[in-house]
């Protein structure tokens, strides 16, 4: 499982949060777009890396998850395999 859009939507707050600072102080709309830009390109960046973090630690755990399954399997089958040569 791959989490995907993180950059995108702390983009979007981001940008929601100046836009609306940016009106309730009066903002010239040419500060507001070079405000704007800076911040989106900011968190873009924040958000692309913080996908990245947490994309390889969810894969790093279900590596690990797989790897207790194949133990667990692994246990029951040689469980079965002395028990079958036991009964022979």
Do not use: C, P
């Not at 983009?11 to 309730?24: E, K, P, Q, R």
């Amino acid at each position: 499982m791959h989490i995907r859009n993180v950059n995108t939507i702390f983009m979007l707050l981001a940008g929601i949060i100046v836009a609306v600072y940016s009106l309730i102080s009066n903002y010239s709309l040419q500060r507001t777009a070079y405000t704007l830009i800076i911040v989106l390109l900011i968190f873009f960046v924040v958000g692309s890396i913080l996908q990245g973090v947490l994309n390889k630690a969810l894969e790093h755990a279900e590596v690990k998850e797989q790897d207790a399954i194949k133990r667990e399997l692994d246990e029951t089958v040689k469980s079965l395999e002395e028990d079958v040569d036991e009964d022979n």
